[in-house]
């Protein structure tokens, strides 16, 4: 009797506790994924934090030291981008905004331009009306969207402080957490486990160098092409491109493509062209390439699984996706492997 009272007592323990923690994941799915991010980037605070410890008394002073080692780079890099692209863009904006306020469009240029490509007059007039119509929905366009970022800011704010917190407390109490699983997992299953967190350590290792790296790569690449095909603001234009890695789907095309049609419409269709062109062996080089394998270095997940991460995690995720997916598909990854490599183990000592 008291052995099969236990049992119950422990799956009815089970199922409570079971229920609780999807009803929390439920609560929490809106902000889960940064609450996932901030545990990520405090694997990289903890890092420096290493380093800071023994010049500090406090815990959560080295943390907050070590969360603003990394932030004053990234502001000040953001703070430079933006101040400049806020100037050119709205030089930008202003031009295209006083050719479209009268009722037609000075289409000289534009005509001039795809003059020059030889094609018939009919076509011709078809291609101007339709670069007048998309310039024209591309004001209304941004103006749009200039709105919809504005009134997107409180929650976005809300994302970063929930991000803040996290990165905080889970640097802070990194070794709590790890000690509170540890204890919940049972003693037959711990060296499974031992196993999956080494292999987690260099999927997160691999993640950091499979980002950056790249991006700062891909960013030198574009200065040195803006530079050759003698576009200004190169090194703006850099910076601009690295960032740009990081936006899902999208990603450095959002300043390969807008130069590149720019230079096309004011009549430099060669540059535009050249800058389209080895904007995209650049891009495809560094994404399918040069990522992986940097990534790779760190771990032995197969490069397939970090692009898939990198790609369809930012796709689902955003930005915290470009992490949260390599994280969640190398740690599966390693942990199938792991299971395979014991499960062999047993089998062949069983046959022995």
């Known amino acids: ?37 901030g545990a990520i980037l405090a694997y990289y605070v903890r890092y420096i934090c290493n380093y800071i410890r023994p010049y500090v ?66 076509i011709t007039q078809s291609i101007v009306d339709a670069i007048e119509s998309w310039i024209t929905q591309s004001i209304s366009a941004i103006a749009s969207y200039t709105v919809a970022i504005i009134s997107s800011i409180p929650g976005l704010a809300a994302q970063i402080l929930i991000l803040i917190f996290s ?18 997992v049972p003693d037959k299953d711990k060296h499974f486990y031992q196993q999956v ?27 040195i092409l803006y530079y050759f095909l003698g576009y200004p603001y190169v090194i703006l234009l850099a910076i601009l491109s690295g960032i740009a890695m990081f936006i899902p789907v999208i ?22 062209v050249l800058v389209i062109v080895f904007g995209w062996i650049i891009e495809t080089s560094t994404d399918f390439y040069i990522r992986p394998r940097i990534s790779v270095q760190y771990s032995e997940i197969h490069p397939l699984i970090f692009l898939l991460g990198f790609i369809y995690g930012a796709v689902t995720l955003g930005v ?26 047993d089998e062949k000592g069983n046959k022995v």
């Not at 089970?14 to 994924?33: A, K």
């Not at 031009?95 to 030889?118: M, P, R």
């Not at 802070?172 to 919940?184: F, P, Q």
Request: avoid cysteine; proline fraction near 5%; glycine fraction near 8%.
């Open 167 to 184: 990165v905080f407390y889970f640097a802070r109490d990194g070794d709590k957490v790890v000690k509170y699983i540890k204890d919940l």
């Open 320 to 345: 915290p996706g470009l992490f949260i997916g390599p994280m969640i598909l190398g740690i599966t990854y390693a942990a199938y492997k792991v299971y395979r490599k014991e499960k062999l183990e």
């Open 1 to 37: 009797m008291v052995p099969n009272l236990n049992k119950m007592k422990f799956s009815s323990i089970t199922i409570f506790i079971l229920i609780l923690t999807l009803l929390s994941i439920g609560i929490l799915i809106p902000i889960l994924s940064m609450v996932i991010f």
């Open 57 to 122: 008394k406090y815990d959560s002073l080295a943390v907050f030291l070590g969360m603003v080692i990394i932030a004053i780079p990234i502001l000040l890099l953001l703070y430079f981008t933006f101040s400049q692209f806020i100037i050119i863009a709205g030089s930008l904006f202003g031009s295209l905004q006083q050719a479209a306020s009268a009722n037609n469009l000075d289409t000289t240029q534009l005509n001039q331009a795809v003059q020059n490509l030889g094609l018939p007059p009919n």
């Open 251 to 272: 990603g450095p095309w959002i300043v390969y493509g807008v130069i590149g049609l720019f230079s096309i419409l004011t009549g430099n269709t060669l540059q535009g």
């Open 197 to 223: 967190f080494e292999s987690a350590d260099d999927v997160l290792k691999s993640i950091i160098v499979g980002n950056v790296i790249p991006a700062a790569m891909l960013g030198i690449l574009s200065g």
